[in-house]
């Protein structure tokens, strides 16, 4: 064990041992996204105190537990991953029924959100038994706490999560959020990060906060415009390491008059120009014959060059 968390798991014991931890219960247990000093005192208390640990990786939450000086036996760890985690809930369920109590941590972060947990959590539930969570480290509200959203901006933030890795899927997904008036939260991969700068390039102006690596050694915290995402990519190569988490903010209020348009634009740089009307009619809800007419303006560069609309659509 570091002698770093010495004095934390005996404050662990002290703080937390009198608590009640009820038998036959999956524990789901938040652990840091970077920094090891943001596991929480009961955290460290269960993890030492369960029977079985279920995780998205044995060798990662072994190599955890350790720096915490917490002893387990590779027979104590069960995999509980992306790929298998609908069969190995059934061992987990065993356990619990045996009246065992077992945490369920991720690689990172608390589980169940755009990690493995969820469906883990689900099959517990469905059979009646008992799930408690331990609160704690998320790169989500890590990053919501100082992107300033304010109170005037509409409905709070939308939690999207990694947008799909195809370049259409994530195009078409990115459109969409075009017309999503609220805040959006994304996550991504170092490898796909420039692929998505630049898709979120097309949406402009729109203030974008991007947290890297968040409360680790290089954790990097800035507020661009949407359009000038990949330009702040490049400014510095490092840039490109490490996990993001990203806020779309909401659109200003002095915009929205704007938007039915900004999604004709999007929509007329990858489709025909009746295609792109009916699209952005059945998006915005806004009248097909309006939104020919400035179609026909975007597509001869003003309005003033509008009037040519012989083939208008009935």
């Known amino acids: 064990m570091s002698a770093l968390f010495t004095s934390a798991r005996a ?25 090891l000093a943001d596991i929480s005192l009961r955290a460290l208390h269960v993890l030492g105190l369960v029977d079985a640990i279920a995780c998205e990786d044995t060798r990662h939450t072994q190599s955890l537990l350790r720096a915490y000086g917490i002893d387990k036996t590779g027979g104590q760890l069960i995999a509980v991953h992306q790929h298998n985690e609908t069969q190995a809930a059934q061992t987990v369920l065993d356990l ?22 969820a469906r883990l959590v689900a099959a517990v539930r469905a059979q009646n038994l008992r799930a408690i969570p331990l609160p704690g480290a998320s790169s989500i509200a890590a990053l919501v706490s100082v992107a ?10 939308v939690f999207v ?65 949407a359009q000038d995402f990949p330009a702040w990519l490049a400014q510095d190569a490092n840039r490109l ?14 915009t929205e008059v704007a938007q039915d ?23 915005t809800g806004e009248p097909r014959n309006g939104l020919y007419q400035a179609a026909l303006a975007l597509k001869s560069g003003g309005p003033d060059h509008a009037s040519d609309a012989a083939d208008s659509p009935s």
């Open 11 to 35: 404050a662990s014991a002290e703080a937390a041992s009198e608590q009640h931890y009820p038998q036959g219960t999956l524990y789901v247990v938040a652990t840091p996204i970077g920094n």
């Open 96 to 117: 619990l029924r045996q009246g065992q109590r077992v945490a369920y941590v991720s690689d990172a972060g608390t589980p169940g959100i755009s990690d493995p947990g």
């Open 148 to 157: 300033g959203l304010v109170e005037d901006e509409p409905g709070g933030f």
């Open 161 to 225: 999560g990694f947008l799909p890795s195809k370049a259409g899927e994530r195009d078409r997904s990115v459109l969409a959020l075009a017309t999503q008036e609220r805040a959006v939260l994304l996550l991504e991969a170092p490898h796909r990060i420039e692929a998505l700068a630049l898709a979120l390039a097309t949406l402009g102006a729109r203030a974008l906060t991007i947290g890297r690596e968040l409360t680790k050694q290089f954790e990097e915290i800035a507020t661009v415009s």
């Open 241 to 254: 390491r490490g996990e993001f988490a990203l806020v779309l903010h909401a659109i200003p209020a002095t």
């Open 261 to 283: 348009t900004r999604v004709l634009k999007l929509l007329l740089e990858h489709l025909p120009l009746k295609t792109a009307v009916k699209l952005a009619a059945d998006i």
